[in-house]
């Protein structure tokens, strides 16, 4: 069986969040900056001998995105292509939470920072401590699916999955996670940003997979 996923989301209103943009320091070694339509950038550029070390990306996204202290990039994935170039790419975490959908990459070559790319939210005084419960959240999006049998009630799919992850511990049923998303009922790229739990919910009868985020402060 095809294990493919749509993105659906569950979300009530969050509250709004007050935007403030921090300025980036170019020191006078950015050589070209592009912005999104929320302002932040999408691509910066560094001038040929003006160019950051690569030892430590973070560093410079922090620098050129001005970061403030509830706001990290984690490593997620390194890669390095036939020209040289290694590929570095960053998770934003808000106090502690993981940003959905915002990476950045950090392109370098030679030992030295050449662009960087990606999408940034910047974030101010949004509440990361949840007053939904988990388990409530699941019952909320179990209810907006609506299936009538789910894949972790079935015993089979559930030793397959085992058997095939080599973890007696593996299983179907969602593990909610915390995350920080915007709510695409409003609009996906310009409304609040709000906390939400994340589910990845696989239904059987009827058939579909997706991830549905439920607000975890209603």
Do not use: C
Not at 43 to 68: C, H, K, M, N, Y
Not at 85 to 106: D, I, L, M, N, P
Not at 165 to 180: F, H, M
């Amino acid at each position: 069986m095809s294990h493919k996923y749509s993105t659906v989301t569950l979300l009530a209103l969050g509250a709004a969040v007050l935007p403030l943009l921090a300025q980036a320091q170019d020191n006078g070694r950015v050589q070209k900056k592009e912005l999104g339509q929320d302002g932040q950038p999408t691509l910066i550029e560094f001038r040929a001998g003006a160019r950051p070390t690569s030892g430590d990306g973070a560093f410079v996204l922090r620098e050129q995105l001005g970061l403030g202290t509830d706001e990290q990039m984690r490593p997620a994935h390194l890669e390095t292509d036939q020209l040289g170039f290694s590929h570095q790419k960053f998770e934003q975490y808000y106090r502690g939470v993981k940003v959905e959908h915002a990476t950045y990459t950090v392109h370098a070559r030679g030992g030295a920072v050449e662009s960087l790319s990606g999408d940034y939210e910047k974030i101010t005084k949004l509440d990361v401590v949840p007053s939904l419960p988990a388990d409530a959240a699941l019952g909320r999006a179990l209810a907006a699916v609506g299936a009538k049998r789910y894949m972790w009630q079935d015993a089979a799919e559930e030793a397959g999955l085992k058997t095939s992850e080599n973890n007696a511990k593996a299983t179907y049923r969602p593990q909610g996670e915390l995350v920080i998303v915007r709510d695409s009922r409003v609009d996906a790229e310009t409304g609040p940003l709000v906390l939400a739990w994340k589910f990845d919910i696989y239904a059987q009868l009827p058939v579909s997979r997706a991830y549905l985020y439920v607000d975890a402060h209603t």
